[in-house]
Antibody, heavy 119, light 110 residues
Framework: EVQLVQSGAEVKKPGESLKISCKGF????????IGWVRQMPGKGLEWMGI????????RYSPSFQGQVTISADKSISTAYLQWSSLKASDAAMYYC????????????WGQGALVTVSS | QSALTQPASVSGSPGQSITISCAGT?????????VSWYQQHPGKTPKLMIY???NRPSGVSNRFSGSKSGNTASLTISGLQAEDEADYYC??????????FGGGTKLTVL
């Protein structure tokens, strides 16, 4: 089955680091971009950034540039989103999603990973 | 880049048609035919409904259609059904080679 499977919910303290993952199944992982989308509680979708796993070409929305790092390991069909020092405002649901070559739209979504940041 | 502008809410009765607008600029919506629309039911993962302004993915009802004029894109849902009640988001490719979402529209089926 073609799917993206994300790592589980995380509970962290402010200042801690975090790396969440997104693994692709059932398709050629290196032929599609992978993107990350934030959804804060009760709020809308926010486009964070994307990566092309084949060559690690990465693009960030200006709002997220320098705030997070997107990476990928094509050998294990997995993309990552990481923070070096979490803030309370990073608490949100984070979705990974696949983009066909373009990349212009998200055609396949992961189940989401809830990140809670609280002291 | 700023989020695309959508109405916060729209409503319609079963069987009616509704249209959700998505206003951008020449740097996003107006500059490319790469507008997409997503449906999200409460507590669920977003689902692609329209891509490249007016194309429907396989499995999406033909009651959903998309269009664009200038810097504004639109999603039209005809023959409204109770199951269409959800949040809808537009998205566009941008001149920065990234993307941007709209603020989202809550559709209520009366």
């Amino acid at each position: 089955e073609v799917q993206l499977v994300q790592s589980g919910a995380e509970v962290k303290k402010p200042g801690e680091s975090l790396k969440i993952s997104c693994k692709g199944f059932g398709y050629r992982f290196t032929s599609y971009w992978i993107g990350w989308v934030r959804q804060m509680p009760g709020k809308g979708l926010e486009w964070m950034g994307i990566i092309f796993p084949d060559d690690s070409d990465t693009r960030y929305s200006p709002s997220f540039q320098g705030q997070v790092t997107i990476s990928a390991d094509k050998s294990i069909s997995t993309a990552y989103l990481q923070w070096s020092s979490l803030k309370a405002s990073d608490a949100a649901m984070y979705y990974c999603a696949r983009l066909p070559l373009g990349p212009y739209h998200f055609d396949l979504w992961g189940q989401g990973a809830l990140v809670t940041v609280s002291s | 880049q700023s989020a695309l502008t959508q109405p916060a809410s729209v409503s319609g009765s079963p069987g009616q048609s509704i249209t959700i607008s998505c206003a951008g600029t020449s740097s996003d919506v107006g500059g490319f035919d790469y507008v997409s629309w997503y449906q999200q039911h409460p507590g669920k993962t977003p689902k692609l409904m329209i891509y490249d302004v007016s194309n429907r993915p396989s499995g999406v009802s033909n009651r959903f259609s998309g269009s664009k004029s200038g810097n504004t894109a639109s999603l039209t849902i005809s023959g409204l059904q109770a199951e269409d009640e959800a949040d809808y988001y537009c998205s566009s490719y941008t001149t920065s080679h990234t993307g941007v979402f709209g603020g989202g529209t809550k559709l209520t089926v009366l």
